[in-house]
């Protein structure tokens, strides 16, 4: 209580007294980890396992299985249908716990699951959304055992062709403890917040309209516990964010939706969207049926009507006319930080260079291959370079600048994984924006069916009444505070091996990474 | 300026049963018949329509694969019953260039007539073959145009067809030289032949509609006249004449001399004796702009600037119908073998005294845009028409077996709905490329490699610059 009284007293000479009057008590939610188990009942799973009709229901299986993965509850004459995504499969060949082999009727099968063709992409592979589900539910690494291959996906470039050149011994022994992966977000000590994050990325922008309020609650309950950030996309704000204004962006974006002064002044970051990596050069798309009347009634629209945002700003046409609005939000909101978020194309690294002399205290690159909601495949496959690129180009462009350790660059699009959290803040960023990660922890499956009529038939990225019913905040924040955890675990274990204190180490070290399709002849930093 | 290019579409829906990529296999005899059966609770409303599908099946053709692949029966089943499948027929679709997904794009927009929308971001390889080793480049801030095809200002897709001439010389206050023909379409495609094993009917009817009804050329195989129109095209043929370019092949019959004088463009095939026919044509119509189809193999660079330091005005370059160069073992690909000639005829001084028309492997619309950045005026393009009409590229006709898209029985307005309804999508897709390019004019676009990231570049400039160098497969 001391501390938020504190807080508000800071407020206070800052924020006009409107906005102070309007400003609800901030709530803070508890960075526990709990087990978040699947909301279906089959959870999809690596290994499926055979009963037959030899089984004499003798319950060997379930007293050896030391994972829970056979059921057979008292006075029931049959099994239940096996936790199979508890199964660590032929990993289990080895012990003495091995059910196939135990089982003395030769009843019990396992196999890898058949339907795991059908679950991921090259980018997304099963494996990583497994791993990525097993998480959200543990808080923790998968086990080895499990088999899941998550460091890569299988797009064979960029990321998945990027690995840690790991020492066999770190140059020195760290406590986990010690190690710090906080980064500071404003780095100009032009006297506003500096605003320190405890992990190196935020949540990224989804508007209400593209997901469902239970999304975007749970994603900055989340941010809230992590004391990170979550954006709100091109869409405004529901009143029941309001608690946690101090952990929201609030996105300027072209169709200015939801952007009002109260909703500028009311958090610590604004971000600017000039461009989005899922569809650079084109504006937002909010198809018909997910404008939904409570959707409408936000974004001041009509019901039921696309809602095409337009590309770019039409009262930009200049990195001048760029300091202009940077300047307006800076007078409106004077604690605010700014942030610029662009897409990359082959001027990235100018338009980085721009937008910190413009004045912006982030710089967000966000690259073609991320994305989360409705997108042109054409634009999604086509248009501007992955991410990999930019960061390089523009950490290197800014350093000869001679203004790299004056902002922060803020990398985004097609990073999945903890391990590409650490691969781009090596190749060069400070720290990242996460998205579809998140929805993974949510239950999405990517069947890519979030524009759709009524939306994600998962409850995610739906505005539906009936869809959304599907999860509750409080599962979904444990989700992602979960995987927010397991990622940090995953950092924490690569700055460990490499004998590093603080993640701000890590930054731009592309000595300690190799490609698979070059000599890794070049040592540079 | 031209009128704005629109063409009015009309969703056209498929004749057969879709190919779906997924499919639930249901071991319903464990069913517990339980009241709370997923099945009904599909958004899709897909096992309804399953049942109604099997209800009138008269024989079985092709399982119901109509699933969008949530996993949402699958996951809430009670009894765990239901399993996701790839249906094995859509991974049969096409070959390794013309993929499944190309193809089932391909129909998608010629039922819709709709720029394909999907969500959850990008899902394919990094980089790949062809047309998927470059991006196309996006412009932030200055910009010149705005909006894409939401928006209110033109990006014009015209272009030339025929010689520019390089600079206007005078002689007695008169231009000295008669400003050679030219015309222009409102599109960059090229509807190009058939090839031989699409024979059906009404194939040519249906191109040469399509052709009037959407601006754009048709070449047609003067072997083909006069049956290539039907009965009513027949009646107004003066209608029909401008959109089609007759390929005068050698062993066809004479196309009449009031009939040539209508059309625009005609197409004559490389050969020893190319120039002279060029030139007799020249000198029985004027106006008739000539062009000559050169094959893409390992002559084509040296033989493109041989015809274009001949005086020829349009060279259709053609490579195999997967973009590969022709007749080699380990051959090029279409884009790589375009920007060598369009950098040939920039360093010649000649490159627009020539109007280079590209084609082979043409499958999507980003193709076009990726083989005019390369240095293409126009592409021409065969397949994906066919594939409108649903065929799978399945290869059955080769051997003279069944289609099974029963492309014999394609009726005529369907056929010119979906051939149509698919070069729309394919226009509003280059408007959304050229949006975000902050371009407003497709001419503009013609070898503008600036306007684009090549992927064995950037490995080389931004990787290499910090990964050494770079093995070579």
Known sequence: MDQYLEQENELKGLLPENTLKTRVPQVGVDRKIENAPPRYRNEISKYVIFRSDDCVRCGKCVDVCPHGVHVLKQDYKYFCTPKEHLCIGPACEKTDHYCVSICKQNALRIIENPMLKSLGDYRWTSDIILATWKMSETGDLPEDDFGFNYECGESEGGFDRIRFKFPENPPTQINEDEIDTSIILNRRNDGRPSVKIDVPWYGGGMSFGSVSNVTQLSKVRAATAWNTFSCSGEGGYMERMRPYDDHMITQVATGLFGVREETIQRVPIVEFKYAQGAKPGLGGHLLGPKNTPAVAKIREAVVNIPLFSPFPFHSVYSIEDHMKHLDWIKHINPRALLSTKVSTPTDVDMVAVGSYSAGTHIVHIDGGYGGTGAAPDIAKKNIAMPIEYAILKVHKFLKEEGVRDKITLIASGGIRTGHDIAKAIALGADGVVVGTGELVALGCVRCSRCESGRGCPRGIATTDSELITQMNVQWGTQRIINLYNAWRKILVNILKSFGMKSVTELCGRTDLLMHLDFNNDKCSN | ?473
Request: charged fraction near 25%.
């Open chain 2, 1 to 473: 300026m031209p009128d704005k290019y629109h063409i009015k579409t009309t969703p056209v829906p498929p004749r057969l049963q879709r190919v779906g990529k997924f499919g639930i296999v249901d071991w319903r005899e464990d069913c517990a018949r339980c009241h709370n059966c997923v099945k009904k609770a599909c958004v899709y409303d897909r096992y309804r329509q399953e049942t109604e599908y099997i209800k009138n099946l008269d024989e079985v053709n092709t399982l119901f694969f109509e699933c969008m692949g949530c996993f949402s029966c699958v996951q809430n089943c009670t009894k765990g019953l239901l399993c996701l499948t790839i249906n094995s027929e859509y991974e049969r679709l096409g070959n390794h260039y013309w993929t499944p997904e190309i193809i089932q794009t391909t129909w998608t927009q010629a039922e819709t007539a709709s720029v394909p929308v999907s969500g959850a971001g990008y899902r394919g390889k990094f980089s790949g073959a062809g047309f998927d080793s470059m991006w196309t480049d996006m412009s932030e801030i200055v910009r010149p145009t705005r909006d894409g095809i939401h928006g209110r200002e033109y990006i014009s897709t015209y272009v030339d067809i025929g010689k520019n001439l390089s600079f206007l010389s005078f002689e007695d206050k008169k231009k000295k030289y008669k400003t050679p023909p030219q015309f222009f379409i409102p599109l960059p495609l090229i509807i190009d032949m058939s090839l031989k094993e699409f024979s059906f009917p009404n194939l040519e009817h249906i191109i040469i509609e399509t052709a009037h009804i959407t601006d754009l050329i048709s070449i047609i195989d003067s072997i083909k006249w006069p049956d290539c129109l039907e009965s009513s095209q027949k009646n107004n043929i003066e209608k029909y004449l401008p959109n089609i370019a007759f390929y005068l092949n050698p062993d066809a019959p004479e196309i009449p001399a009031e009939m040539l004088n209508k059309t625009r463009l005609v197409e004559i095939p490389d050969s020893e004796e190319v120039l002279i026919q060029f030139q007799e044509i020249k000198n029985k119509f004027s106006n008739l702009i000539v062009s000559v189809r050169v094959e893409l193999d390992k002559n084509c660079l040296k033989r493109v600037q041989e015809l274009t330091d001949a005086g020829v005005e349009v060279i259709h370059a053609v490579a195999d119908y997967n973009g590969d160069e022709k007749r080699e073992e380990k051959p090029r690909f279409i884009k790589d073998m375009i920007r060598d000639i369009h950098i040939s005829l920039i360093k010649s001084g000649k490159r627009d005294e020539v109007t280079l028309i590209a084609g082979g492997g043409i499958a999507l619309a980003e193709h076009m845009a990726k083989a005019i950045i390369c240095g293409a005026d126009i592409v021409s393009t065969h397949l994906p028409l066919m594939l409108a009409l649903e065929c799978r590229l399945c290869s059955n006709c080769k051997a003279n077996s069944i289609c099974p898209a029963e492309l014999d029985n394609v009726e005529f307005n369907y056929g010119v709905g979906r051939m149509r309804n698919l070069i729309a999508a394919w226009h509003l897709q280059l408007i959304e490329v050229m949006g975000a390019m902050g371009m407003r004019e497709v001419r503009r676009l013609r070898g503008d490699v600036g306007r684009a990231m090549f992927y064995e570049d950037l490995e080389e400039e931004i990787f290499g610059s910090v990964f050494g160098t770079r093995k070579r497969a």
